[in-house]
């Protein structure tokens, strides 16, 4: 009897802690669902079928440490604790004049092997790592770069031999995510002044005096090639030599919480390009460059951008396209609830003469522009310096909608120079109210085709109604 008492109260403990863990776990899938419901929503959104459930973190501050705590300690259960790699465990010195670059290599070379691991890289050092790539195919998936603290390119020309395409490359891995409160500065002013004018007496006297010449090509600070499911959330990237971040190749892409910093007369540094790749957020960060601030690419679909800041840059551009006659396909780009500053375009499409393919389903909404020279642009004679012929074939440009643009320009408010051959069609503006600075331009359009859903302050009585091309075949993209 006593016996049985005793189990019975065992029993009813045992009942008592599982019903705890129970409701507990459900808490925890719970609160999960709900996260991942709303990635689902954002995809659904701008892909339209529905992609499988990801548990990567992105913009939704409040929910992103529950996720990233669970996805990291599910890593290092399956590692008994053994899956984080610290840099400076590998050699780094952290000083800021020690190359680190074997270090990195080293530390990269086990987290590969490690399922979900973690590469650390703390903060309060400052690395100097040379051209490094951080390469699968053959690691483990799920690897997190936490960048807490500084790396830094070398300005040395012995660093870069003939020519790198990129500084630090992330290629072909499933599941790669670099975050933390980091930076990562090319020092790129070395870089910047190597203009193609220079006076060779000047070159010379440089040569002489840094033991060696940078060589023309210029690498992206930070590019990612050939990987599904990428993540850059709130780290820093600066003074890259060109651009800043590059996408290559990639599918699901998101990019929350980050900070691109330039000097606005720094060449060719874009702040994030994007290309032959699909799926892809970019949400909640702060541009600031040389040149556009997010240049979309062939071979790009679903892109969502939405709450970025930009300026001072060239602005948000789809293009330039078809260059030397190629072909180029971008679909599914939404802009919205975006800020420019000081930016010499706002929003931008532009394709050099003489290519091909289709740029379609485009939409700009809720831009907010201030002292912007040119807020709205498709620009279909692209020439950026160098050869440019005319061609009598083009990359065709249908169905752009533009959604309350509103704010101040200082030299033409509206732009649309759309090809003789290939006009552009289903061009709507929608809520546009635009002030311009005294002496500033109409707004211009030549071969646009669309419709005003509302009237528009300029008014735009230069673009044309209707669809006269109906009948047209596009390329297939
Ligand atoms: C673009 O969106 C449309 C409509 O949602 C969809 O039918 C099409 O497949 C998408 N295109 C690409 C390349 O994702
Ligand atoms: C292209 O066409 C324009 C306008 O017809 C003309 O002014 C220009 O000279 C042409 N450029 C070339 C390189 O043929």
């Known amino acids: ?48 079928s529905g992609r499988s459930l990801r548990l990567t973190g992105s913009g939704h501050v409040g929910s992103e440490g529950v996720v990233g705590t669970s996805l990291a300690s599910k890593g290092r259960a399956t590692n008994g604790g053994s899956g984080n790699f610290n840099v400076l ?36 050092s400052e690395f100097l790592v040379g051209p490094i790539s951080f390469s699968g195919p053959n690691c483990q998936p799920n690897i997190m770069f936490q960048l807490d603290g500084k790396i830094i390119a070398p300005t040395s020309p012995s660093a870069w031999g003939s020519g790198m395409l990129q500084w630090i490359e992330f290629t072909k891995l499933k599941g790669i995510t670099v975050k933390g409160t980091g930076t990562i500065d090319g020092q790129g002013s070395v870089w910047w002044n190597d203009s193609p004018t220079d006076n060779p007496t000047d070159k010379n006297l440089d040569k002489e005096s840094s033991g060696g ?12 090639y050939g990987s599904d499911e990428v993540t850059v959330s709130g780290i820093t990237i600066q003074n890259s030599q060109k651009a800043h971040l590059k996408f290559d190749s990639c599918t699901a892409v998101q990019v929350s919480s980050l900070t691109i910093s330039s ?3 720094s060449p060719n540094t874009d702040g994030i390009h ?4 699909q799926n892809v957020i970019i949400s909640n ?6 040149d556009d601030c997010i240049s979309i690419q062939t071979g790009s679909s679903g892109v969502y951008i939405h709450n970025v800041n930009c300026g001072p840059g060239h602005g948000i ?25 000081n930016t010499m375009n706002g929003v931008r499409i532009k394709t050099w003469q003489g290519g091909s393919g289709l740029v379609q389903g485009i939409l700009f909404s809720n831009i907010q522009v201030t002292d912007v020279q040119t807020p709205i642009m498709i620009d279909q004679y692209y020439c950026d310096g160098g050869r440019c012929h005319n061609g009598s074939s083009a990359v065709a440009i249908s169905g752009v909608n533009y959604v309350n643009i509103r704010g101040t320009y200082t030299s033409t408010p509206v732009h649309f120079a759309c090809s003789d051959s290939l ?42 109604s209707g669809n006269p091309f109906k009948a047209q075949a596009h390329d297939s993209c």
């Not at 994007?274 to 790749?277: A, D, I, R, T, Y």
């Not at 960060?285 to 040389?290: D, E, F, R, W, Y």
């Open 89 to 124: 465990d590998f050699g780094a010195k952290g000083d800021g004049e020690t190359d680190d670059t074997k270090a990195f290599q080293s530390a990269w070379e086990s987290a590969c092997n490690v399922e979900g691991s973690v590469v650390e890289v703390p903060s309060g």
């Open 213 to 224: 010449e940078l060589p023309s090509t210029k690498p992206t600070a930070l590019r990612f």
């Open 317 to 341: 551009s789809i293009g330039g396209l078809g260059r030397d006659d190629t072909k180029a396909c971008v679909s599914n780009v939404t802009v919205r609830d975006v800020k420019l500053q």
């Open 263 to 265: 000097p606005g007369d």
């Open 423 to 464: 006009p552009c069609t289903g061009v709507t503006l929608d809520t546009i109210q635009l002030e311009g600075s005294s002496g500033s331009n109409e707004p211009f359009c030549w071969k646009a085709y669309g419709e005003l859903k509302t009237s528009t302050v300029p008014p735009v009585d230069c673009l044309q």
């Open 274 to 277: 994007l290309q032959n790749s």
């Open 1 to 48: 009897m006593e016996m049985g008492r005793k189990n019975l109260k065992c029993l009813t403990t045992i009942a008592f802690i599982c019903v705890f863990v129970c409701s507990f776990s459900f808490h925890c899938c719970h609160a999960r669902k709900t996260v991942d419901y709303r990635h689902w929503q954002v995809h659904r959104h701008h892909q339209g």
């Open 285 to 290: 960060s702060n541009i600031a460059c040389g």
